[in-house]
């Protein structure tokens, strides 16, 4: 009902920028939170940011200061802008969205790597 489809991921230098965004459509209208998560190997998948459809924000502690979470409702887009990446900031990020009746979808997934 809600298909989800990440982009902007890819090989950046530590201290670098990226800008992912998520692309959500079909049912749209009962979207109520987005979110990015990430998952590296060996690793469970993580919360990295999260926004209602108010605007409310909230964020994990190691990503704090460096990642910002955005939201176009109109265009049905959820960003991430990534700031003074580390190393560790190394995974595959995955767009989230749920909707007003608790059902959860997630896209495909994009793979983000810090290295030198």
């Known amino acids: 009902q809600v298909q989800l489809v990440e982009s902007g991921g890819g090989l950046v230098q530590p201290g670098g920028s990226l800008r992912l965004s998520c692309a959500a459509s079909?049912?749209?209208?009962?979207?109520?939170?987005m979110g990015w998560y990430r998952q590296a190997p060996g690793n469970q998948r993580e919360l990295v940011a999260a926004?209602?459809?108010?605007?409310?924000?909230n964020y994990a502690d190691s990503v704090k200061g460096r990642f910002s979470i955005s939201r176009d409702n109109a265009k049905n887009t959820m960003y991430l802008q990534m700031n003074s990446l580390k190393p560790e900031d190394t995974a595959v990020y995955y767009c989230?969205?749920?909707?007003?009746?608790?059902?959860?979808?997630w896209g495909q997934g994009t793979q983000v790597t810090v290295s030198s």
């Open positions: 989230n969205a749920e909707t007003y009746w608790r059902r959860a979808y």
């Open positions: 079909g049912s749209v209208f009962g979207i109520n939170v």
């Open positions: 926004i209602t459809s108010g605007g409310s924000t």
